[in-house]
T-cell receptor
């Protein structure tokens, strides 16, 4: 049973388009992280959301944590070829200080010029 | 900033041999480290939690005798794939956080690409 459902799993869009990636769960998380991973490298942390309803922005990326802390979304505005990569959401269950994360299935994003 | 170093970055071995992968925290101490396995274009699957000075905790379905984990110091955990077979070929990644700094984020190594021929 996948505790964190991420969708879509694959996305191919043209440069300049907007997109949203979703992570949904029936479980409550103490925090949720979004990572981006390049081929042959480890994931790199983009953002951590902790408070229900929280919205964080990182340039053209907007991250939202659901009010009930069960879901999150990543919205990219005016996607660029440099945004191409694997995007992963990961949730931390209570207690949150263990470092143990549950990962979603990942979204492979391809932005074509 | 905090860095997790993984070695080797890639390894090719023959079927039946064993391979050791190292995960080091370079400027912080970690009582706990995590080992993941990742198949192409898929997500990270947690294999086990490495605990300094004690036995590792394995996730369901992961053979502890196949994937030996040793966490002998606060800065080093090793994963040994014993009697490797082609189906063990994968990308292995470790992660760790600074145990002694409240709220510190999780840092990932750059992974080890294992190919078993």
């Amino acid at each position: 049973t996948q505790l964190l459902e991420q969708s879509p799993q694959f996305l191919s869009i043209q440069e300049g388009e907007n997109l949203t990636v979703y992570c949904n769960s029936s479980s409550v998380f103490s925090s949720l992280q979004w990572y981006r991973q390049e081929p042959g490298e480890g994931p790199v942390l983009l953002v951590t959301v902790v408070t229900g309803g929280e919205v964080k922005k990182l340039k053209r990326l907007t991250f939202q944590f659901g009010d009930a802390r069960k879901d999150s979304s990543l919205h990219i505005t005016a996607a660029q070829p440099g945004d191409t990569g694997l995007y992963l959401c990961a949730g931390a269950r209570y207690p949150s200080n263990t470092g143990k994360l549950i990962f979603g299935q990942g979204t492979t994003l391809q932005v074509k010029p | 900033g905090a860095v997790v170093s993984q070695h080797p970055s890639w390894v090719i071995c023959k079927s039946g041999t064993s391979v050791k992968i190292e995960c080091r925290s370079l400027d912080f101490q970690a009582t706990t480290m995590f080992w993941y396995r990742q198949f192409p274009k898929q997500s990270l699957m947690l294999m086990a939690t490495s605990n300094e000075g004690s036995k590792a905790t394995y996730e369901q379905g992961v053979e502890k005798d196949k994937f030996l984990i040793n966490h002998a110091s606060l800065t080093l955990s090793t994963l040994t794939v014993t009697s490797a077979h082609p189906e063990d070929s994968s990308f292995y990644i470790c992660s760790a956080r600074d145990t002694y700094r409240e709220g510190s984020p999780l840092h990932f190594g750059n992974g080890t690409r294992l190919t078993v021929t």
